[in-house]
């Protein structure tokens, strides 16, 4: 297990601003957190290389370009099956887009996007198909909502 990384207040506020806008510029984080820019810098720096920001990405409404269905699938495995194969195979279908492998039952939990009901029949029919699957249970999204980042 990786060691954890000592951080302080600057440090969390400075997290707290990128998570908000990940393309804030150094100098406006920096006028933020009363600092100046060169630090802010350095801090961002070591946060980046001690893994504690591990990239930075933007939300995208996938509605608006694309498949408009979401679904969740479970799949049970049999008993041996091991939770990296069960990750490396269904990463390999295009329109799974997470992989959750889960304690209890069931083993696993998947989000699907596909464009239509008949699209997401195929993809579970592949999804039955990998490996040791001994079941499926799937239920479409009907909406969702997201609670923002905490500061």
Do not use: C
């Not at 393309?23 to 600092?35: P, W």
């Not at 492998?101 to 993809?123: F, M, N, S, W, Y």
């Not at 592949?126 to 909406?143: E, N, P, Q």
Request: charge should be negative.
């Amino acid at each position: 297990m990786a060691e954890r990384v000592t951080i302080d207040d600057v440090d969390r506020r400075i997290l707290a601003l990128l998570r908000e806008n990940a393309r804030r510029t150094v100098a406006d984080i920096a006028e933020h957190v009363n600092l100046s820019p060169a630090p802010v810098k350095r801090r961002i720096d070591r946060l980046e290389r001690t893994g504690v920001i591990t990239g930075y990405s933007i939300e995208v409404d996938e509605a608006q370009i694309g498949p408009t269905i979401d679904a969740f699938t479970e799949l049970r495995f049999s008993g041996d099956t091991d939770l990296e194969d069960i990750v490396a195979a269904l990463s390999r279908v295009p329109e799974v887009s997470d992989v959750f492998t889960i304690a209890g039952d069931p083993d696993a939990l998947l989000r699907i996007r596909v464009q239509d009901v008949p699209h997401l029949k195929e993809v579970v029919n592949v999804v039955r198909r990998v490996g040791s699957v001994t079941a499926t249970k799937t239920l479409m999204v009907l909406d969702h909502w997201t609670r923002p980042t905490p500061p």
